[in-house]
């Protein structure tokens, strides 16, 4: 039902832009039959035009196109003839269908030149936007990406109320409200200074604005995304392993929670952004690092990671985060006007997967201002942003499974956008897709194949095994569909760290009321090697 509305609408529309002498196709005639008329071959009236060929182009309206030898009558005149013949419902030309590029209103739009070139050496942002332009799931989800850099300045005009707030927290009453481990968490989160102190942003005010600058709101820039809620996570870019760490989590266990109160309390974390790392790290010196994209991934969030600004060959010399190996890591390097790569900008056929716009890209800047931004740091948001752009497309079935099963979700967005690139020589050979980052193509690919994506190939495990009750005060109930004997419970911390092992279980329940609240990884192990991870979040 929902192709045949679609179809009707566009018709529609096509009807009113023929009231405004719009262009059509010469030699041209678009005809509806009735449902029975299976072929153009029987239409007499058809043939005595001097008909071409003809094309079944919607089986379920029955919409053909015709082209014929208008030498003799106009398309009009072969129209006024088609409507005689009473198989044919609706006759027509066929207009000519130019974009209906969604343009936004705000001041320095035309300096966006990653959005639009007329050259179309551009990411098809306005195409893009004629599906969405962000916000929520279809669901309602009210979609975060999180953005982890040096904080923002809180008195730039153009996020409006793209910027996340943590409505569960009061501010300044030094009380966890919410619970959540963060006291005072309302405006996000420094791992620098353990506060909601998120002021700074030399780097990450441009960062956040390439994600999510307020769109069409007749100021300054639009982000990727003209709505959607930014969380920024103060950290230092000098810093250690365990300050990565610790500023990832802040991400995940917002996630953690948003999955496990369906939605009530914690964040819809999609995206995270790392427009930062280290140059010619090695990922098999940090397994804890590289781990962490696989818990973000398998509890629903894709993270982006810019690789270094030098033209170095990451699959040799290594990088971090960006030869990480998660299927949950999307790597980026950077382009430039041209849709050229940057000579010193990173690459990789193993490690790095696309490029995207970053050399000079308009964005906002610290001080309430505006300006071309750059390096991969300007590249990785713009990739951060159209994953959030996409969990907001509108596709029920797609939105049934984010919150059905979060890592298949994150997975089909990574895929459509990898798989949706512009090739591009300049990356070709060099990157895993041989592309540049483009924000219409993933959306077409999801939508076309919107009603498919319910009977894909589901990962039922986690629907194996439930916790209950989740959040819990200390006893978890372990159930599993298949009745298999339960025999160990690991329990990790979501860095990876084992905390406790419960063995020689005999009941189906554990007990965790000596750990602090916060969430947790579980590895539950069932008879015959059967083992399950899942997530529980304790709440004392
Ligand atoms: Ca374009
Ligand atoms: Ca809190
Ligand atoms: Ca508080
Ligand atoms: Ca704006």
């Not at 307020?214 to 969380?231: A, F, H, I």
């Not at 919107?450 to 039922?460: E, M, P």
């Not at 989740?470 to 990790?492: C, D, E, H, R």
Request: proline share 3%; glycine share 8%; aromatic share 8%.
């Amino acid at each position: 039902m929902k192709k045949l509305l679609l179809i009707s609408i566009l018709v529609f529309t096509t009807n009113l832009n023929a009231q405004r002498q719009a262009q059509f196709m010469e030699n041209e005639i678009l005809v509806q039959l009735k449902d029975n008329v299976k072929t153009t071959e029987g239409l007499i009236e058809i043939n005595a035009f001097s008909l071409v060929s003809s094309k079944l182009i919607s089986d379920p309206m029955n919409i053909w196109l015709l082209r014929f030898d208008t030498s003799e009558k106009s398309e009009l005149e072969i129209i006024q003839e088609l409507y005689k013949n009473k198989n044919i419902l609706v006759a027509q030309k066929n207009h000519r269908v130019t974009s209906r590029a969604t343009i936004p209103d705000d001041t320095f739009y035309d300096n966006q030149w990653q959005y639009f070139q007329t050259n179309d050496k551009d990411i098809d942002a306005e195409e893009a936007w004629d599906i969405t332009t962000g916000g929520s799931t279809m669901n309602g989800n009210v979609i975060v990406a999180s953005v982890l850099d040096d904080g923002i300045d809180l008195n730039h005009d153009d996020f409006g109320d793209n910027l996340w707030t943590n409505e569960a927290e009061i501010p300044n009453n030094n009380i966890d409200d919410d619970n959540n481990g963060y006291i005072d968490d309302y405006l996000g989160w420094s791992i620098v200074s353990n506060s909601d102190n998120i002021t700074g942003g030399g780097h990450g005010t441009p960062v956040a604005g390439i994600v999510g600058a307020q769109g069409n709101n007749s100021n300054g820039v639009t982000g990727v995304n003209w709505d959607v809620k930014v969380m920024v996570i103060k950290n230092n870019f000098n810093s250690n392993e365990a300050d990565v760490i610790e500023a990832y989590s802040y991400a995940l266990e917002a996630r953690m929670l948003y999955n496990s109160t369906d939605g009530a309390e914690g964040a819809f974390v999609v995206s995270t952004n790392a427009s930062w790392g280290v140059d010619f790290g090695d990922p098999a010196d940090a397994p804890l690092w590289c781990a962490l994209y696989d818990t973000l991934g398998e509890n629903g969030i894709l993270s982006c990671g810019a690789t270094i600004n030098g033209n170095e060959n990451v699959d040799i010399i290594g990088d971090l985060p960006t030869a990480c190996p998660s299927e949950y890591l999307i790597t980026v390097t950077n382009t430039d006007i041209t849709d050229n790569k940057v000579v010193n900008a990173g690459y990789g056929l193993e490690t790095i997967d696309l490029g995207a716009p970053g050399e000079g890209a308009y964005t906002t800047q610290s001080g309430n201002g505006y300006g071309g931004f750059g390096g991969t740091s300007g590249a990785t948001p713009h990739v951060t942003g159209v994953i959030a752009l996409l969990y907001s497309a509108p596709c029920q079935e797609f939105a049934d499974i984010i919150m059905s099963d979060p890592a298949l979700a994150a997975r089909l967005v990574r895929d459509f956008i990898l798989e949706g690139v512009d090739p591009n020589a300049s990356l070709e050979g060099i990157t895993t897709t041989g592309g540049r980052l483009n924000l219409n193509n993933p959306i077409q690919a999801l939508m076309s194949n919107c009603g498919s994506l319910a009977t894909n190939d589901f990962d039922t495990k986690s629907n194996i095994v439930t916790l209950h009750p989740n959040p819990s005060t200390g006893i978890i109930n372990i159930s599993n569909q298949n009745g298999f004997q339960l025999n160990k419970v690991a329990i990790y911390s979501i860095d990876g760290r084992l905390l406790k092992e419960i063995k020689d279980i005999s009941t189906n329940s554990i007990n965790i009321e000596e750990l602090v609240n916060g969430a947790y990884v579980l590895k539950i192990y069932f008879e015959e090697s059967n083992t399950f991870l899942t997530k529980i979040v304790l709440k004392k």
